[in-house]
């Protein structure tokens, strides 16, 4: 989100946008086992071209095709005595959870599953990878990048999270958790060390590294004890492709679960494995995958490849040449990508190998809403603390070692005296000016964006977040509104786990979860020290130095909803007004697909080399195209890579594989014309023989309705 502060003017300046079912039956095992077990997938990839992607909030970052889709993949846990308890998580290779999104999951499965699927027990956790596609969340703020709302993508999401559910409902049956954790090194580490540094000494000495280590595994066996799936949790940002690339992708805990599903069911194409492997984001907010650290890239410079200033992260005093490097960076732009998604694959499995402690207990759900712009509590010590209208310090816009800033905004500006005057000016034309009220409440922050005040044409950033709490048996997932630093979620986790344990509700086995960023995004949650500071991470703190404190204040007020007995529902702030049907959107509709004169959709344009290729080769092949924006072909493929067997030809690749890379080029906007390029890198085990690659679009006319058609190479041969 760090360079959206950047384009925020020249959305303003682009044009106007001013206003003018019922339970399936599980058999006679149920009496069996303690619980019901749900497992299931949907593609979510929205349009993979001429749209921004979400994340680095770059507005160059417009994707120009496909590497891997994006999927959500759903897990139902019920008490097989009373299935009524029940929780249904969705994890969403998207980069949050958004309150619109979601409002439409629960609307869709609250209808097909009258009673049974709730607000109370829905959850939808996003990855947080930032190579996918944007302009879905409900807020203003974040749409700038993708000029407004992009329903296409909002959609997408939307139909595959319902799918992922329905499937997993349709394939509830007796079955067994366990659980446990294990270590996990060099997958991520502290992107802001100066921030993590400002809290207690003592505090820190507690732990062994300033980032958590720990991945966590919930297993889900069927009722004789096959393994079905299992959902784990593990702090990583999604920032192992960097924000040059625009090729829509899963990042690391995408490809971490293509590893697992697919070295399990070999034979079954990405996305339709019966073996769900879900990979959660946990307490991400200061966390890196770019393991080597972060330089300068500032060629001719003394300090080019030299680290980045430690405070700041800056080079000669500008964020723009400090990026952080992934284990990969010098080999290709997917290969952090793979190392970190297999090391997360190597913790599970080796989790998976084991025989882990059993999850016994109740299912419980408790959701409530928290308006979070004024909300006032008590501390620990019996003062009152307060929370904010939300607001953006001048370090947001300075970014990260993951995806840097422009111009003078440094991180870690926290200074009383006067900003760039220049800034300070511009500032009060894109949001409302902070009253001296909102400064005090935001102090040491100095605004930047007010946004809880910015409310036309609709709501900047959000006031009201969701705040809830899935348990089966011994596990408690705090689903979380943000991105938690690393110390946050040590002390939210620990601050729970004290109190479920001394309430009488769990025992000393108790585990104790974050997941997030789901449901609402209200951007960071830093400790009060880190807040201080004001890098990247306080300055996204948007509710204040009381942030954290609020919100372990109110999840610890509802433990108690979790006890085996418990009954009702809390007290609720009304829920956030619904905004998508204020949205706005500037970006342009698909016109019309034309061929060149003497061609037609589908027809190769550059073909397949006739020489051999061997492992490690790259096959391409270049098509006539048209836009993928008409047929978004969920649960299907742009390509196939087709095998030759006994004059059979079979798929063996599909757009899904990190293998292949298909590319959309818009080769004249007056005629319409374009084309696509699709390129498979042969891997090790590829058997020897004939192939071909298939490409399929959907072309529009300027009258008429879309129609489909398909392309073929010639075929060539793997020796």
């Not at 204040?544 to 610890?556: C, N, P, Q, R, V």
Request: glycine fraction near 10%; proline fraction near 5%.
């Amino acid at each position: 989100m760090k360079s959206l502060f950047l384009y925020t003017i020249a959305f303003l300046a682009a044009g106007s946008f001013w206003p003018q079912g019922s339970q399936a039956s599980v058999g006679v095992q149920v009496a069996s086992a303690q619980y019901l077990l749900g497992l299931g997938v949907g593609d979510v990839t929205g349009p993979v071209v001429e749209t921004n992607m979400m994340g680095y909030a770059n507005l160059a970052q417009t994707d120009t095709g496909l590497h891997m889709r994006q999927r959500s993949r759903a897990f139902i846990v019920a008490d097989a005595s009373n299935s009524s308890n029940r929780v249904v998580f969705i994890n969403s290779d998207i980069c949050m959870g958004d309150t619109g999104v979601r409002r439409s999951i629960v609307a869709e499965l609250s209808s097909q599953y009258p009673g049974i699927y709730t607000n109370d027990n829905i959850a939808l956790v996003g990855t947080h990878q930032h190579s996918g596609v944007g302009g879905y969340l409900e807020d203003l703020l974040p749409q700038i990048t993708s000029l407004g709302y992009v329903k296409q993508s909002a959609d997408a999401i939307v139909a595959g999270s319902v799918r992922a559910v329905q499937q997993a409902h349709d394939s509830l049956s007796p079955g067994k958790l366990s659980l446990g954790n294990t270590t996990v090194l060099n997958a991520n580490i502290n992107r802001s060390p100066s921030a993590y540094l400002a809290n207690p000494a003592d505090e820190r000495a507690k732990y062994q590294y300033d980032q958590d280590k720990d991945l966590t595994l919930l297993r889900f066996d069927d009722i004789d004890g096959n393994a079905r799936g299992f959902l784990s949790f593990f702090a990583v940002h999604g920032t192992s492709l960097y924000e040059n690339n625009t090729l829509v992708s899963a990042d690391n805990k995408g490809m971490a679960a293509y590893l697992y599903e697919s070295m399990v069911e070999p034979s079954s194409m990405p996305g339709h494995a019966t073996f769900v492997a879900g990979f959660t984001q946990s307490n991400v907010g200061d966390t890196s995958p770019n393991t080597l650290g972060a330089y300068c890239e500032s060629p001719g410079e003394p300090y080019d490849g030299q680290p980045c200033e430690f405070d700041h992260s800056t080079c000669g005093n500008r964020t723009e040449d400090c990026h952080g490097r992934g284990p990969g960076f010098r080999i290709s732009d997917f290969e952090s990508s793979r190392i970190i998604g297999q090391l997360q694959f190597e913790g599970a499995q080796t989790l998976m190998n084991q025989t882990l402690p059993p999850v016994n207990g109740s299912v419980k759900a408790v959701h409530t809403y928290l308006d979070m712009a004024t909300h006032s509590f008590t501390l620990p010590n019996g003062t009152t603390a307060q929370t904010c209208p939300a607001a953006l310090g001048f370090s947001f816009a300075g970014g990260t070692t993951d995806g840097p800033g422009a111009f003078d905004f440094i991180q870690g500006d926290n200074s009383s005296n006067p900003q760039n005057p220049f800034w300070e000016i511009v500032k009060g034309a894109v949001t409302p000016l902070p009253s001296a009220e909102q400064v005090a409440c935001q102090y040491p922050k100095p605004i930047l964006l007010n946004t809880g005040y910015a409310h036309v044409p609709y709501e900047w950033s959000p006031s009201t977040v969701d705040i809830q709490m899935l348990r089966v048996g011994n596990l408690v997932m705090l689903i979380m509104p943000g991105e938690l630093t690393t110390m946050s979620g040590r002390r939210m986790r620990d601050a729970m786990r004290a109190k479920l344990i001394s309430e009488g509700i769990l025992g000393e086995d108790a585990y104790v979860v974050i997941a997030g960023p789901a449901n609402t995004y209200a951007h960071y949650v830093a400790t009060r020290e880190e807040y201080g500071v004001q890098r990247y991470e306080g300055a996204s703190t948007i509710f204040g130095a009381s942030t954290l404190d609020a919100y372990i204040d109110k999840y610890g007020s509802l433990v108690s909803f979790l006890a085996d007995n418990a009954s009702g529902a809390p007290a609720s702030d009304p829920a956030p007004a619904e905004q998508t049907s204020k949205a706005i959107s500037l970006q342009t509709p698909v016109i019309v697909d034309n061929s060149p004169l003497g061609k037609k959709f589908g027809d190769v344009l550059v073909d397949i080399n006739n020489t051999p290729y061997h492992v490690g080769d790259t096959v391409t092949v270049q098509f006539v195209g048209a836009n993928p924006r008409n047929n978004l072909r969920l649960e299907g493929s742009f390509l196939s890579v087709d095998y030759n067997v006994a004059d059979q030809w079979s798929m063996v690749r599909t757009d899904s594989h990190p293998s292949t890379i298909y590319r959309w080029n818009r080769t004249s906007t007056v005629f319409g014309t374009s084309t696509v390029t699709i390129s498979w890198t042969i891997e090790d085990g590829t058997p020897a023989g004939t192939y071909r690659i298939s490409y399929f679009g959907d072309s529009k006319p300027l009258i008429g309705s879309i129609s489909s058609f398909n392309g073929t190479s010639s075929t060539f041969t793997v020796a």
